[in-house]
């Protein structure tokens, strides 16, 4: 764990520099897709990149800027800091893209009370650190529409009031910055998959209810909206495309 903070540290400071802002022109976009792999299930990882790859195909057109954040380990292959035209390099970036997420499980016995509950606020926090970021690297650009692709499992905003608090300063941060966020919700890929049976369905419903949350309020904060079913995206980044151009 203290490798990954210091990665992400590094990532943070790494743009603490004078700004280099980008004169564009009104046609172009800038996009940061930000892959929260702390929050999407190992097992999904195929998925992850399948839908990465659409992402970059339908959305990112000539002329537009973009850049690859991950949250967590698949950040450290990443060797882009800025935001490039090059559409080449989303397709070399995706190739790194692995999830990294606990699963359901660890996660409710990790809930408020137990110690193992600092492992999740700690990965919340270093996800939201990383979206913090993504809005300082959209700063530094001129385009006239900027926007946020947010892919994540979301979280739990109300098992813990702070990880909520955080969530909705992010959000009117990007707001305020003239930046759409589009959340993608990771928890679709398993659509397919059996919930874990060691799980109270009423439970399991009230978490899932708020990670789903967590995704609304940064896309109605800004504009934009939350793809659900990750797994059949075209509608979704059909509109994410019209809505941008």
């Known amino acids: 764990m203290a490798r990954l903070v210091a ?3 590094g990532v943070v400071f790494s743009f603490a520099g004078t700004p ?4 564009s022109t009104s046609t172009e976009n800038a996009w940061l897709i930000v892959v929260d792999d702390l929050h999407v299930p ?5 998925r992850l990149r399948d839908l990465l790859r659409r992402v970059a195909a339908e959305l990112i ?3 537009d ?4 954040r991950a ?11 800025a935001l490039t035209d090059d559409r080449s390099q989303a397709a070399s970036a995706i190739k790194f893209m692995t ?13 408020p009370g137990a110690s193992a509950a600092d492992e999740v606020v700690y990965r919340a926090n270093t996800a939201l650190d990383a979206a913090d970021d993504a809005i300082y690297v959209l700063t530094r650009d001129a385009a006239p529409r900027q926007a946020i692709v947010y892919v994540s499992g979301g979280y739990d905003v109300e098992s813990y009031p702070a990880i909520a608090a955080r969530v909705r300063a992010f959000s009117r941060r990007a707001r305020e910055n003239n930046i759409t966020i589009f959340p993608i919700d990771a928890r679709g890929f398993g659509s397919l998959i059996e919930p874990d049976p060691r799980l109270d369905a009423d439970t399991l419903l009230r978490y899932t209810t708020a990670l789903r949350r967590s995704l ?4 109605e904060e800004t504009g934009g909206f939350v793809i659900e079913r990750p797994n059949e995206p075209a509608s979704g980044l059909k509109h994410i495309a019209e809505q941008m151009r």
């Open 42 to 46: 190992f097992a999904q990882t195929g």
């Open 65 to 68: 800027r973009h850049l690859l």
């Open 216 to 219: 609304t309020v940064m896309a």
């Open 61 to 63: 057109q000539e002329g």
């Open 71 to 81: 949250s967590g380990p698949s950040g450290t292959s990443l060797t882009s800091e």
């Open 7 to 9: 990665v992400v540290l």
């Open 20 to 23: 280099s802002v980008h004169t």
């Open 99 to 111: 999830g990294n997420g606990l699963k359901d499980w660890d996660i409710f016995v990790a809930l």
